[in-house]
């Protein structure tokens, strides 16, 4: 099993920056690639940004160039970086690990980031 638990949410002004960050904990062995989802009111939850094992990043076309997805293997931490914040960046971030043996999804609790004046 893999736990999960992020950290470093808050309120933050338009066009402020904000730092969120994923420990993993258990068998870290087991996990392949990772994300950051986020989910708002009333709405699905979507895909912010993912890191493979070797580096590789994707991003959702909404926050390209403003946020950066970064993983620090030795520490089991993944950071999300995110830069020029919009109101509409306002969601429950989560972090999501694959588990590469069986392909399970695991999840954090979540983190609250609410981007307002």
């Known amino acids: 099993q893999v736990q999960l638990v992020e950290s470093g949410g808050g309120l933050v002004q338009p066009g402020g920056s904000l730092r969120v960050s994923c420990a993993a904990s258990?068998?870290?062995?087991?996990?392949?690639?990772m994300g950051w989802y986020r989910q708002a009111p009333g709405k699905q939850r979507e895909l912010v940004a993912g890191?493979?094992?070797?580096?590789?990043?994707n991003y959702a076309d909404s926050v390209k160039g403003r946020f950066t997805i970064s993983r620090h293997n030795a520490l089991n931490t993944m950071f999300l970086q995110m830069n020029s914040l919009k109101p509409e960046d306002t969601a429950v971030y989560y972090c999501?690990?694959?588990?590469?043996?069986?392909?399970?999804?695991?999840w954090g609790q979540g983190t609250q980031v609410t981007v307002s004046s």
């Open positions: 999501n690990a694959k588990d590469v043996l069986n392909g399970q999804d695991y």
């Open positions: 258990g068998s870290i062995f087991r996990i392949g690639a």
């Open positions: 890191i493979i094992s070797g580096g590789n990043t």
